[in-house]
C-alpha cells in the first residue's frame, strides 16, 4: 500500500473534505481527536458514527448512502462499507488498528486501489508499558497477594517470593516498532 492523493489543505476558502469516522467509542471519547482535526483543517467536515463489533459480529450502522459518495477519507477500526463503489471519492482509508489483516479479504482491500493506512508504530509506548507492568505483576506475585488481601489473610511465605527488578536486565527480541521503545 502507498501513495495517494495529499492531505486535506488547510485553505479555508476551498470546497470541505468529508472525513466520515466509524469507531468503536462513544463520540464524546473522540471529541478531542475531532475538534482538533477541525481546528488543523478548517477545509474538513467531521461525521462521526459509533460502530458496535461484540461476539464476532458487526451491528449495523446506519450511515447515509449520499454522505458516503461525497466522503474524501474514511477513519475505522473495522467498519467497510460492502464496495469501494459506496466510497466513490475516498482518498483514503485510516485504519486505528497496527494493521489491516482483519480487513485482509475484504473486496475494498482485494479489489480497490484506496490506499489503506494503518496505525502501525502508535501502540509501542502503550505495550511496552503493558509489558513492563506484566512482568511487575508477576514478579511482586500481585496476584496472589491481592486474592489474600482481598480475604483479609496474610501469608508470610507468599510475601516472600517477591522478585524485584534491581540490577535485572530485559531482552528485546525483535526490532520492529515496540522494540524500537526501548532505545537507548
Not at 484506496?114 to 502503550?126: E, F
Amino acid at each position: 500500500m502507498g501513495g495517494g492523493e495529499d492531505l486535506p489543505s488547510r485553505n479555508a476558502s476551498k470546497e470541505k473534505e468529508i472525513v466520515v469516522c466509524v469507531l468503536p467509542w462513544p463520540e464524546e471519547a473522540a471529541k478531542r481527536g475531532i475538534d482538533d482535526l477541525k481546528k488543523e483543517y478548517k477545509d474538513a467536515e467531521v461525521h462521526y458514527y459509533n460502530s458496535k463489533f461484540e461476539n464476532g459480529k458487526m451491528h449495523p450502522i446506519d450511515i447515509p448512502e449520499d454522505l458516503l459518495k461525497r466522503a474524501s477519507y474514511l477513519a475505522t477500526l473495522f467498519w467497510l462499507p460492502s464496495s469501494a463503489s459506496a466510497i466513490p471519492n475516498v482518498k483514503a482509508i485510516q485504519f486505528f488498528s497496527a494493521g489491516t489483516n482483519h480487513v485482509a479479504k475484504h473486496p475494498i482491500y482485494t479489489d480497490s486501489k484506496i490506499p489503506l493506512c494503518s496505525a502501525n508504530g502508535v501502540h509501542g509506548p502503550q505495550i511496552a508499558e503493558w509489558v513492563v507492568m506484566m512482568d511487575l505483576v508477576q514478579s511482586h506475585n500481585y496476584v496472589n497477594l491481592w486474592e489474600q488481601q482481598k480475604k483479609k489473610e496474610w501469608k508470610q511465605s507468599m510475601g516472600m517470593s517477591v522478585s524485584d527488578r534491581v540490577g535485572k536486565r530485559v531482552g528485546i527480541l525483535g526490532y520492529g516498532s515496540i522494540g524500537r521503545q526501548g532505545k537507548p
